[in-house]
């Protein structure tokens, strides 16, 4: 199966061997990078805050002192999602009222990855309080999907999406909670993870109305690397994970898979449902187990109405819907509870299962709309679908709290189709391995 590829540039673990090797010095690495940036960033808009002379000035420090100790992406540049802190830059979420708003200190990620040999070279694109599948707002203007610049790279990560699948740098790192890692990764034709939830600290990502005081990480939200590769994927986790987590090393062979193409809280495009019918073909043909029904599933339209009403409430963090009603502390631990038993039957259904195959989205990627695309609609075969509907499929992790690993496994039309490979809670290496064994099935 073939998906559309825009870069043939290193990844983030390549380029780092290439800098240990001599064959380049971070000087070189940086400056190519920036380039790079230069000339395919005006027909994209990706890379929104530069800061690349602070990045030239790392870059010739790093060339003088060497790699230091534990540093497996010395030398490597990125950039990473403006919602993230990094000191002396802006942090406003599309906010013109916040614009000027400077972060004082690094995010965790951002120190962690640092401290790992990264090289930043600024920050990308976001909607408005990251609440879009599209990454535009009053500030930086439009993110442009690098297949097809009349469309979206996705939301609200797309900027970084766009510049990893774009190849101006070869990773990047997102938040998602309503599919805003695996989303873009799906729409631009890159590697995404969502992972577990709690396993990586958003500490230094808040919203500008909390002035740098801290927040608690947020119900269900997560942060997440995006790549080209699950190379980079596993080491960008390996980097930021607050926890020890098992290398699971299960052949996918020795695998039972279940595939949910279907959603009845909202149908799935068919330029969809046929690439992810044509993946699981083409695992079956070499042998690997693959189910496509199971009375194991929990109430999926049960779990995407749950879902969305925490996502809604964590989203406001307690204002009151447009119905003027707010939600009671009642009302949360409710939720709580449900989310307690839903997590529960997903566990049930991996006693039988080692992953679920899903897509990431009912459709690819949308065309520019001046309005959200929760407040609009989907085109799916020709029908309008409610635009937030089209949020089931992101649920379908976050809610249990699961962890998700997006890879590209073809393409309709020139524009890039992603693939969910969702695991028990914990299971994140597990995930990405696997995700790494199907993209070698569909792509050798």
């Known amino acids: 199966m073939n998906f559309p590829v825009l870069t043939s540039q290193p990844g ?27 000339k395919l960033d005006a027909h994209i808009n990706a890379v929104v805050v530069c800061d690349f002379e602070r990045a030239r000035d790392t870059a010739q420090a790093m060339a003088r002192t060497g ?15 403006e919602s993230f802190d990094i000191a002396g830059l802006p942090t406003c979420w599309g906010h013109e009222e916040f614009a000027r708003n400077i972060a004082s200190a690094d995010a965790r990620v951002v120190r962690l990855l640092k401290q790992a040999g990264v090289i930043f070279l600024g920050k990308t694109n976001v909607p408005p309080d990251l609440a879009d599948w599209q990454s535009a707002n009053p500030v930086y203007g439009r993110t442009h999907n690098p297949h097809d610049h009349e469309r979206s790279p996705g939301g ?15 990773c990047e790192f997102g938040t998602d909670i309503g599919g805003s890692v695996r989303v873009p990764a799906h729409f631009c034709g890159v590697w995404g993870h969502k ?26 939200s997560i942060a997440g690397p995006l790549a080209r590769g ?14 020890p987590l098992p290398e699971r090393k299960k052949p996918l062979k020795n695998c039972r898979l279940l595939v ?36 194991l599933i929990p109430d999926l339209e049960r779990q995407h109405g749950d879902y969305m009403r925490m996502l809604n409430i964590a989203m406001a963090r307690g204002a009151p819907a447009k119905d003027g009603k707010r939600a009671s502390a009642t009302d949360w631990f409710d939720l709580l509870d449900k ?5 529960l039957a997903w566990e049930r259904l991996f006693e039988d299962y080692d992953f679920i195959l899903a897509p990431p989205a009912p459709v690819l990627a949308v065309p520019n709309s001046k309005t959200r695309v929760f407040d609009g609609t989907l085109e799916i075969d020709g029908r309008d679908v409610p635009g937030a509907a089209g949020l089931c499929w992101a649920g379908l992790a976050t809610f249990p709290n699961l962890p998700s690993t997006v890879l ?18 914990w299971s994140d290496f597990a995930c990405i391995q696997a995700a790494e064994e199907i993209g070698r099935v569909l792509h050798s």
């Open 12 to 38: 983030a673990l390549e380029t780092a061997a290439m800098i240990a090797r001599g064959e380049l010095s971070p000087p070189e690495v940086v400056d190519a990078a920036i380039a790079r940036i230069e």
């Open 67 to 81: 790699a230091g100790k534990d540093q497996p992406l010395f030398g490597v540049p990125m950039t990473i999602k």
């Open 156 to 170: 609200s990560s797309g900027g970084s999406a766009a510049a990893v699948a774009s190849g101006m740098v070869p």
């Open 195 to 220: 992972t577990s939830w709690g396993l990586i600290s958003k500490q230094g990502h808040e919203h500008p109305l909390m002035a740098g005081r801290g927040a608690h990480d947020g119900a269900l």
């Open 230 to 243: 699950a190379a980079d994927l596993a080491a960008l986790l390996r980097i930021t994970a607050s926890l």
């Open 260 to 295: 949910i193409a279907e959603h009845p809280s909202c149908p799935t495009d068919s330029a969809v449902r046929t690439l992810m019918e044509q993946a699981a073909t083409a695992l079956e043909s070499v042998g690997v187990g693959v189910d496509r029904a199971s009375d």
């Open 339 to 343: 989310q307690a038993r839903n997590e």
């Open 408 to 425: 590209p496994i073809g393409e309709n039309g020139g524009l890039p189709c992603g693939m969910q490979v969702i695991g028990p809670r």
